[in-house]
């Protein structure tokens, strides 16, 4: 099985950087991912880390410590379209398929 | 290019009823693919994984089951609807180890 934890709400503010940390314990693992989701749209694919270190794209960045269980989605430059919510999730192995943690709602402040 | 179609977009059922969402995918083979649920102001949560045809594996017990009679289809299914049922129900697909890609997602209502 998989557990999945992070932050429930942050607010942070326009032109600001934020870090939505992400925890996570698995029984077998392939992978970590950084969704957003905008309210009653679909998740989007923000980013991927299977290896230890991070990942810069653009204004975000991912950072992985698999020996920790640890992961981060680094938001640069926040912009008011940034408002909403990430979701944490890992890839587990074998017919665990891809578990997301229940989603940080990040509000954007001006 | 691969896409996915999920339908329909919302849905209002009686408590009772049936349901039958369908997923399919194009422009690719052999698809991992996933049904979950996000009920309102909660996380998505994995209902059904299949990696082959006739292969499902269910996380959650629950009235809802599905079936991949295809390569590209993934259907979610239940024969009578709880009010606790609703939600906004997303179906993924992936290639192996790589991001999911979702569809637009059904907005289901028991009513």
């Known amino acids: 099985g998989q557990n999945i934890d992070q932050p429930t709400e942050m607010t942070a503010t326009e032109g600001a950087i934020v870090q939505i940390n992400c925890t996570y314990q698995t029984s077998g693992f392939n992978g970590l991912f950084w969704y957003q989701q905008h309210a009653g749209e679909a998740p989007t694919f923000l980013s991927y880390n299977v290896l230890d270190g991070l990942e810069e794209k653009g204004r975000f960045s991912s950072f992985l410590s698999r020996s920790k269980g640890y992961s981060y989605l680094l938001l640069k430059e926040l912009q008011m379209k940034d408002s909403a919510s990430y979701l944490c999730?890992?890839?587990?192995?074998?017919?665990?398929?891809?578990?997301f943690g229940k989603g940080t709602h990040l509000i954007i402040q001006p | 290019s691969q896409t996915i179609h999920q339908w329909p977009a919302t849905l209002v059922q009686p408590v009772g009823s049936p349901l039958s969402l369908e997923c399919t995918v194009e422009?690719?083979?052999?698809?991992?693919l996933y049904w979950y649920r996000q009920a309102a102001g909660r996380g998505l949560q994995l209902l059904f994984y299949s990696v082959g045809i006739g292969q499902i594996s269910s996380e959650v017990p629950q009235n809802l089951s599905a079936s991949r009679p295809q390569d590209r289809q993934f259907i979610l299914s239940s024969k009578k609807l709880l009010l606790s049922d609703s939600g906004f129900y997303l179906c993924a697909w992936s290639v192996q180890d790589t991001e999911a890609f979702f569809g637009q997602g059904t907005r289901l209502t028991v009513v």
């Open positions: 999730a890992s890839l587990g192995g074998g017919a665990d398929g891809l578990t």
């Open positions: 422009g690719t083979s052999n698809p991992n």
